[in-house]
């Protein structure tokens, strides 16, 4: 239920708190006094967006705080899977800043607009007269008739499959888009990936080329040094391996003589075996280079081949050529298995539309088990607003289309008079009557939703009399499963609250501002006799209200 509102900077109101309980409540107040002002401060804060306009002193925030408390309502699970501190006092704040900027706390929490709409949804529901065309909206309408069928799990279910139907359909369609763009490019793609494929591309292959090609285009210079490597070496009699020989024999000589002759001497030995080495690759080298342009051609008519991929493909690399034929391949692969694709992906798509059809007709037989109940509780409300002739039926008919809801339609239809035609309710249901409606609606709802509270904002407008009494009778009744909070003018829809509450205008220091107080019981039969007389209090308006509140 709605435990407390209190509202700071808003329109009309500079400081407003105010405590509700459980049973019905009631509202009043003159015209002008607030009572719109305090219905908007309370939709801000179930999640409405911001107005900065409205607020009282632009260079202070405005601040509206709702109290709710959940503790039987099952809410746990929307706090946890929305990283909500969850309590069973739950207290919601909306702040709108001197800068315009607004946000939005649940126990202290900052969250978003989207999240508070989804909580606030599942604590209290707010209805004015004008909600009344809801009653012509389908969706309002199988509202309606899924609460009293108790749907919501199979609902859940079905719009679950029913998204996995929509991508599945969405995927299907990518692939046909895909195949027919990738057909229109199908043989120049096979030409690219078979110039790629036939190139033999290796990775790092680039690189070694560009040595050889260095290697080769310096062949001459290279063996000319090669030669004069080994001729200094072999030179007689004053040739690099004659010297080495030389000093390698004489260190040996003095070997004995002490330990560092006779490791100088190993070193010399060591170094002598290393340059022999050296000169035999050097030897092999030189005797294995041959000039030959056919080879030096080869490898640059291979490197401008790789010089040319890369600049057709706008490759960086020999790495990203092979990258972009595997590419070329997946695409020629995909036009070569689309139809195995397409068949796979409507064969998933079969399966689906399967399982939607029998949740389809679970939701239909349910519809249709709960349809004659909601006929009779209607009529029998109705009856009792002064609507005993009127007749309801719901037509129900299956479609070939998958909606968010399932596959039915839905028409309310009313009779206003016996013997005639069935009608759209929106055609022969005068404004009174659909806010009778309504309300015998929101009664039946009552007994089937787990919803805290209901606010009731002036939907007795334009009836009067016996009717007014029964509409506070039907108020008393759904109290017997949620709060109800209505605002009224109607003395005798007043006078039927357990608790009554006065929306005033006040001024100080030349500032109007609008309160609220709640009417002890001296203060509320004065209050009915102003509803029912004026504001000129007469002893018979006062024996009136009297009468009202026995």
Known sequence: ????????????????????????????????????????????????????????????????????????????????????????????????????????????????????????????????????????????????????????????????????????????????????????????????????????????????????????????????????VLELSEREPLGALSQLLEINQQLSRIGAYADLYDTLS??????????????????????SLVYDPQALEKVENRLQLLYDLQKKH?????????????????????????????????????????????????????RKKAIPQFNLQIEKSLAGLEMKNTRFKVELSKTAEFMFNGSDQLQFLMSSDKGKTFEPIKKVASGGEMSRIMLAVKSILSKYSNLPAIIFDEIDTGVSGEVSNRIAELMLAMCVNMQVITITHLPQVAAKGHHHYKVFKSEHKEVISSNIKMLNADERLVELAEMLGGSKITESALAHAKQLLS
């Open 1 to 228: 239920m709605l435990a407390s509102l209190s509202i700071k900077n808003y329109a009309l109101i500079e400081n407003l708190k105010v405590d509700f309980k459980e049973g019905l409540s009631i509202i009043t107040g003159e015209t002008g006094a607030g009572k719109s002002i305090l219905m908007g401060g309370l939709a801000l804060v179930l999640g409405k967006r911001a107005d900065t306009s409205l607020v009282y002193d632009k260079a202070k925030k405005c601040v509206i705080e709702a109290e709710f408390q959940v503790g039987s309502y099952h809410l746990e699970s929307f706090f946890k899977e929305n990283d909500l501190d969850y309590d069973p006092w739950v207290i919601i704040r909306r702040e709108i800043l001197p800068n315009g900027k607004s946000r939005a706390f649940v126990n202290d929490t900052p969250t978003n607009l989207s999240v508070l709409n989804g909580l606030t949804r599942q604590l209290i529901d707010i209805h004015s007269q004008h909600e009344t065309l809801q009653l012509s909206d389908p969706t309002y309408q199988f509202h309606i008739i899924d609460s009293l069928a108790d749907n919501n799990i199979y609902l859940e279910d079905y719009y679950t499959a029913f998204q996995e139907y929509k991508h599945m359909l969405k995927e299907l369609e990518a692939i046909k888009q895909n195949q027919l763009q990738a057909q229109k490019e199908y043989d120049y793609n096979v030409f690219l990936w078979d110039e790629l494929d036939k190139s033999a591309l290796k990775v790092g292959e680039m690189e070694d080329l560009e040595k050889d090609l260095e290697k080769l285009s310096h062949l001459e210079e290279i063996k000319a040094n090669l030669s004069g």
């Open 266 to 287: 190993e070193r010399m030995k060591s170094l002598l075996i290393e340059f022999k080495d050296v000169m035999s690759e050097v030897e092999a080298e030189n005797d």
């Open 314 to 366: 706008q490759a960086a690399n020999v790495d990203q050529l092979i990258e972009i034929r595997e590419q070329y391949q997946l695409k020629i692969a995909d036009v070569d298995h689309a139809d195995e694709a397409i068949a796979e992906k409507s064969a998933q798509i079969k399966l689906a539309v399967e399982r939607l059809d029998k949740l389809c007709e679970t939701l239909q037989d349910r």
